[in-house]
């Protein structure tokens, strides 16, 4: 198993931003796509958003409009952009590469 990273979470106060990243060292990064979910607390995981590896995006209805998901496959990265953040999307965010997942990064919209 090859576990993606991610990083870039933290604190941030609502109508803000955040870029959060997923580094994944498997050989076929450019082959697959890139997922993102998150889990609040005592809430289920959900699907937030994916590319394909051919570039093609879709969005849960929650965030689409608000955030965007990336790739550059030449840093074996995937990206997340968040902006109009709110405290619903205060959650731990994780991406999953090649059926792998990472140990997720900490989001919290608070003032």
């Known amino acids: 198993q090859v576990q993606p990273v991610e990083s870039g979470g933290g604190l941030v106060q609502p109508g803000g931003s955040l870029r959060l990243s997923c580094v994944s060292s498997?050989?076929?990064?450019?082959?697959?796509?890139i997922l993102w979910y998150r889990q609040a607390p005592g809430k289920q995981r959900e699907f937030v958003a994916r590319?394909?590896?051919?570039?093609?995006?879709n969005y849960a209805d929650s965030v689409e409009g608000r955030f965007t998901i990336s790739r550059d496959n030449a840093k074996n990265s995937g990206y997340l952009n968040m902006s109009a953040l709110t405290p619903d999307d205060t959650a731990v965010y994780l991406c999953?590469?090649?059926?792998?997942w990472g140990q997720g990064t900490q989001v919290t919209v608070s003032s």
């Open positions: 999953n590469v090649n059926a792998n």
């Open positions: 590319i394909s590896s051919g570039g093609a995006t």
């Open positions: 498997t050989s076929i990064f450019s082959r697959v796509p």
